[in-house]
């Protein structure tokens, strides 16, 4: 028995002393770890070669280096050298190897979300991340940072080479976009690519106020560019690890390690993108005879993002402005920021974009709704009308939007002015999922269905529907059971009538399915 014990001890203390060496490995199935990577050049670098690359590394970083991702969120990350590969271009040399990394890690855009599911195994959706390593042999200087190939859907799902692309060459098929960070986490720059080709320069989000991130072949061969913002959702994973006895009193009782990872969400990765009517890129136009690379290498030149800024948002008003709209210029222009700011909402641009864009509104003012409305869609005109222009705002534009939408999608149900209890419904329903999905979270305040008055019964229906919506992330059959009790709960002092089981809501399925 004493032996036992004693073995007991010792399987332990081994299997704290091995976890004190190891990374979790949850995520290689997210990250390709280097086995798919291009074989190397036959030229091999004259100065920065592996060895040299590593010795440079650990004598300005430590051996594991701590970054952070979304949400200020700690991760740890350690080089892998011995599958570290040579490559060098013109004036530059290139080490650029796989990383260990502390639990999971993914960067995802919009789309790509929609289909993962953190607690299935998607063998496809999976990152390419690199750590580089980068010598200017005209300077002398050498520096180090982080490199990221994040695929869109469509190509990750017909690609399972993602880890051929690297910092010197991508593959022909390639679309999505390649991040630089720095290896504390900060962002520097980066690339959207389509089909191997560049379509738009990276930049930091709060560079749109004084300069956009721009190359010197986009600078000078560009006739428009177009900026607009764009957040990639950043997954991470934390791994804790316990004990599994096995054996038999015989044979000695064993302890087994098991790792358990859990992904969660850590928040957005927002950059500006801008993109040109005249790109016409590929790799062999970067600019790889001026001060710096293609990417990962500092800040690119100042621009005024002022008219860019301008452009963008008069291009997204002017796809749903009727010609029979009688807005100012400046009215105009409140509409067009107020539209702006709703577009960075991915869920309430989702309304947006199911709008037909054949089918224009008229923007009118009318002071006569002063003091009754601070916004009314009229069916009969496919108008929206404010009482003034201090109501040309986000608030009070996207619920109209929202009643456009369902004229739209219900054409004479939404003209029957009986149905007006239920349609409310809906769309007070709608930015509260907007705002729950948005924060991953439901609460109570600010609530556009509750009231002060509101009853617990409603309270509580309203809760659950929220949070089956933030669990499954969509608006389906489960969800209508739940929507369908709190409307029929639903007492606004506004409005009159009741809820109608007999109108589905279209407009949530259509705009929240999976």
Partial sequence: MKNIEKRKKWRILAGIAILGTLFACADHMLQDAGEQAPKSPKNQNEELTVSAAQQWFESNYAPVVATRSAGDQERLFKPHWDEAKEWNRMRYEVVETPVYTQGMHIILDSETETHWDPGKKNNFIRNNVRLVVLLDKKTGKTRSFMMTFVGTYEYLKKTRTIG????????PDFSGAVLFHELGGAFINGWRYSDGKI???????????????????VATRAEHQVCHSVCYPVYDSYCDYSYVQ???MESGIIYDIVENCYPTYSGYECTDECYTYDDGLDDRDDNWNGERPIGGAGDPPKKD???????????VLNKIYGDKSTLTDKEKQLLADALATMNDNKFWKKIYDVLDKNSKITFCIKSEIEGKSSGRYYTSEKAIAFPNDACINFGVLREELFHALQHQTYKKVAENASNKFTLEFEAHSFADIANALYSRKYSEQGSNLLNPDSSPELINAVSDLMNSIIKDKCFGDEQYTLYEKAGKLWSPSGYTGSFDSSIQPL???NVLKK
């Fill in 164 to 171: 051929k692309n690297g910092y010197l060459y991508r593959q």
């Fill in 246 to 248: 096995s054996g038999d």
């Fill in 199 to 217: 379509v738009a320069t990276i930049s930091r989000p709060t560079e749109r106020k004084d300069t956009l991130s721009n190359s010197s072949s």
């Fill in 305 to 315: 993002p002022a008219k860019e800024d301008q452009a963008k948002k008069a291009e």
């Fill in 507 to 509: 407009v949530l399925r």
